[in-house]
Nanobody, 125 residues
């Protein structure tokens, strides 16, 4: 069984930064791609970013490209999302997830195997 726990969310003004963390435990974290998704009230969960098992390949949604950076530390079983130049439209609950099938992480939430409980990010204008 895999457990994922996100942290680092909070309230920030537009233009500010936050760093989300995701701690993984229970199985071999290093073998799998991981991703970040977000869900705003009344909207579907959407892809934000993904990273391959060894970090050599990353993917970003167009809406966050150039502002967000995904990274991982396999020695610590940690996944990160550095979010800069935050906008009010980035406000959502952010989730980390593990993709046990695809090399660099799928764009589709249905293809992820395990999820964290989420952390709230609120960006004020």
């Amino acid at each position: 069984q895999v457990q994922l726990v996100e942290s680092g969310g909070g309230l920030v003004q537009a233009g500010g930064s936050l760093r989300l963390s995701c701690a993984a435990s229970g199985r071999t974290f290093n073998d799998y791609a991981m991703g970040w998704f977000r869900q705003a009230p009344g909207k579907e969960r959407e892809f934000v970013s993904a990273i391959s098992w060894n970090g050599d390949r990353t993917e970003y949604a167009d809406s966050v490209k150039g502002r967000f950076t995904i990274s991982r530390d396999n020695a610590k079983n940690m996944l990160y999302l550095q979010m800069n130049s935050l906008k009010p439209e980035d406000t959502a609950v952010y989730y980390c997830a593990i993709d046990m099938t695809h090399y660099s992480g799928s764009y589709y939430s249905s293809e992820y195997d395990y999820w964290g409980q989420g952390t709230q990010v609120t960006v004020s204008s």
